[in-house]
T-cell receptor, first 110, second 117 residues
């Protein structure tokens, strides 16, 4: 069945470092792809999305490009901040059901 | 436009009691989803509902769990005879009809944290 695999955390970086969180998916057809972020004690917020191949989603300095050939949707940010510390979930939408990866916890050190 | 509203935010129940979690979708949204997040784990799909219909309940445990989304009022996730293993965060999400521009994006509430003691 459809699935999402993302790199295991925690990921610890210093402020202003470059961030990459890898995400690959297995699915038939062309699902929509998403990144959600969860801050401590809160729900999930949609960070960005892409609905077709080669689309780039971007928000708050984060970017991810839908790569059909590598079935990937890696999350990147050029310069992270302490406030970016959270858990990040990669997800796909298949038949109105969102399937999530296990999440990657990100710690940013000042 | 208010977001997805869940209540209660925190609920404590003794083993054997019932837990009821409520979810009001965003205005204009006709689809509701429930997900469960166990400590330090990802989100697991439980059920997908439209008004008065269960569309997909493949993630619901076979016993003690039920969900509804009546014509009027919020969606309810009901857990009967709770056990310690039911302790988790339960997230509701909603989405608009699929024929809209954002039809395949779902928006989450802030969650209901259930603790069974």
């Amino acid at each position: 069945g459809d699935s999402v695999t993302q790199m295991e955390g925690p990921v610890t970086l210093s402020e202003e470092a470059f961030l990459t969180i890898n995400c690959t998916y297995t699915a038939t057809g062309y699902p929509s792809l998403f990144w959600y972020v969860q801050y401590p004690g809160e729900g999930l917020q949609l960070l960005l999305k892409a609905t077709k191949a080669d689309d780039k989603g971007s928000n708050k300095g984060f970017e991810a490009t839908y790569r059909k050939e590598t079935t990937s949707f890696h999350l990147e940010k050029g310069s992270v901040q302490v406030s970016d510390s959270a858990v990040y979930f990669c997800a796909l939408n298949r038949d109105d059901k969102i399937i999530f990866g296990k999440g990657t916890r990100l710690h940013i050190l000042p | 436009n208010a977001g997805v509203m869940q209540n209660p935010r925190h609920l404590v129940r003794r083993r054997g009691q019932e837990a009821r979690l409520r979810c009001s979708p965003m205005k204009g949204h006709s689809h509701v989803y429930w997900y469960r997040q166990l400590p330090e784990e990802g989100l697991k799909f439980m059920v997908y509902l439209q008004k008065e219909n269960i569309i997909d309940e493949s993630g619901m445990p076979k016993e003690r769990f039920s969900a509804e989304f009546p014509k009027e009022g919020p969606s309810i996730l009901r857990i009967q005879q709770v056990v310690r293993g039911d302790s988790a965060a339960y997230f509701c999400a909603s989405s608009p009809p699929r024929d809209t521009l954002s039809g395949n994006t779902i928006y989450f509430g802030e969650g209901s944290w259930l603790t069974v003691v």
